[in-house]
C-alpha cells in the first residue's frame, strides 16, 4: 500500500498540538467546558472568524479541524461523521454548510483549514492572551498585511537591483554581439576585391576557346 492510501486510512491534524496544560474552568465542571468548546465551534464554522481568549481557541481549533477533516474523508452518508457534525454543530443548519460549503472548498487543500493569530489586549485589565480564529478561504479581508508590493523592503530593494543589473549585463552583451558582427562583414567586404565587367568581346572569346578542341 502506498504511502497516499495510508494516509487515508485515518484522520490527520494538519496543526502543531502542543503538549501544555490548558487552563479552562467552567463552574459547571466538564460538561461545561464541552459546552463553551460546542459553541466556539458552532460560531466558527457560522461566522468563518471570531475573536476569543487564546487557550479556548487553540483547544477548539483542533475539533474543527478534526470536524472538517472527517467529512471531507467519508461524506454525509457516514453515519459516525454525521453523529460527529450533530454533537458539535449545536446549529443543526450547519451541517448542511459543512458538507456543502467547507467540504468543496477545503477537499483539495494541502494546509491546515483553519487559522489562528494573536490579537490585541486591553491595557489596563486582566492579562488574559486573546487571538483570533478563522476558517481559510473567509469572505472577511485579510488580517496580515500584504508587503510583497512594498518597495521600500529591503528584499524587494536588493531583488529591483538584481533585475537592473541583469538588463544592462543583457543589452551590454547585445551591443557587443552587434558589433561584432559589423566588423566582421566590414572586414569581409574590404578583402573581397571588386570584379570587372565581362565585355561581349571576352564572351565570344572564351567561346572560341571551348569550341577549339572539339574541332
Known sequence: MNQADVSKLMS????????TKRNLKNPDGPEGRLLKLRKTVTAL????????????????????????????????????????????????????????????????????????????????GMYYRKSVLELRGNPYPVLTPDNSQNRN??????????????????????????????????ASTTATPAQAPVTETQTEQSKQAEEAPKA
Do not use: C
Open 12 to 19: 490527520q491534524l494538519r496543526i502543531a498540538v502542543r503538549p
Open 45 to 124: 464554522v457560522k461566522h468563518e472568524r471570531i475573536e476569543l481568549y487564546y487557550n479556548r481557541a487553540d483547544e477548539a481549533r483542533g475539533y474543527a479541524e478534526l470536524l472538517i477533516s472527517n467529512a471531507i474523508r467519508h461524506g454525509d452518508r457516514h453515519k459516525a461523521t454525521m453523529e460527529l457534525a450533530d454533537y458539535w454543530l449545536l446549529e443543526k443548519q450547519l451541517v448542511h454548510k459543512l458538507f456543502k460549503v467547507l467540504v468543496p472548498r477545503f477537499e483539495n487543500s494541502n494546509v491546515s483549514y483553519t487559522r489562528m493569530f494573536k490579537a490585541p489586549r486591553d491595557y489596563p
Open 153 to 186: 523592503l529591503l528584499h524587494n530593494v536588493l531583488l529591483d537591483e538584481a533585475r537592473k543589473e541583469f538588463r544592462r549585463e543583457k543589452l551590454a552583451n547585445l551591443a557587443n554581439k552587434l558589433a561584432a558582427e559589423t566588423e566582421n562583414a566590414t
